[in-house]
Each structure stands twice: as C-alpha cells, then as structure tokens.
C-alpha cells in the first residue's frame, strides 16, 4: 500500500497537481489527502484510493496470484 501511495503521489507532483487541486478534483479534504500520502491512514477505503488516483487521472489496478 505505502509502494502504490508513493507512486501516486510522485504522479500528482509530475502533472504539477497541489494538494487543493486534488482536493477539489476529489471531493476529498485536502489535510486528509495529506495524511494518505503521508501514510498516516494505514487502512484507506478502496472508494478512497479510486477518487484519489481518478482525480489525478490514475489508474489503480489489484491482482492475485494463487499456486
């Protein structure tokens, strides 16, 4: 999780995106998109991540491997 937070944010900042935008974009807080990144919120929604990454134009995408 804290891996994926990281490439999100690191994409936020290449598109030049502040907080307050994302914030806007979002409909979320913009202290509490700060503590996402910031890995203060250890278990986010996955409503919470999809509106993060969709407001930066991201996609997340989850897999699983059986054996």
Sequence with gaps: LQAMLAALKRH???QGLSL???AARSGMDRSA???LEN???V???L???YRYAEA???EIGFTVNVS
């Design 12 to 14: 936020r900042e290449a």
């Design 39 to 41: 890995g203060v919120y």
């Design 56 to 58: 930066i134009h991201a």
């Design 43 to 45: 278990n986010p929604t």
């Design 47 to 49: 409503d919470t991540l």
């Design 33 to 35: 998109i700060s503590r």
């Design 20 to 22: 307050a935008d994302v």
